[in-house]
């Protein structure tokens, strides 16, 4: 059974940072694409960073609105994703979702709980 357990949200004042790790077990991390997307009251769930496998060359993308603030990072040993968020804004509070992408067969793409972020001004 596959699961994925994120942490380190929370509140934080308007320019702070915080780290987010999602904890993956039940699939090897090394054959998945990672990501984080984010999902504000109202709003609909959008990408915020994601990464791929290793063998496929590790590429990084980001979404406009955070790129220069959040760097996305993996560590395949511990089957983890990360997500370091700095100058945070008050537009950046959402519950925060990791998902991993198998790319072998049968491709099936998992989602974790969610995890709150909220930035005061």
């Known amino acids: 059974q596959v699961q994925l357990v994120e942490s380190g949200g929370g509140l934080v004042e308007t320019g702070g940072s915080l780290r987010l790790s999602c904890a993956v077990s039940?699939?090897?991390?090394?054959?998945?694409?990672m990501g984080w997307y984010r999902q504000a009251p109202g709003k609909q769930r959008e990408l915020v960073a994601s990464?791929?496998?290793?063998?496929?060359?590790?590429?990084?993308d980001y979404a406009n609105a955070v790129k220069g603030r959040f760097t996305i990072s993996r560590d395949d040993a511990k089957n983890t994703v990360f997500l370091q968020m700095n100058s945070l804004k008050p537009e950046d509070t959402a519950v925060y979702y990791c998902r991993v992408t198998r790319t072998a067969w049968p491709f099936d793409v998992h989602w974790g709980q969610g995890t709150q972020v909220t930035v005061s001004s």
């Open positions: 039940g699939i090897a991390a090394s054959l998945s694409n």
């Open positions: 990464i791929t496998t290793g063998a496929l060359g590790g590429g990084i």
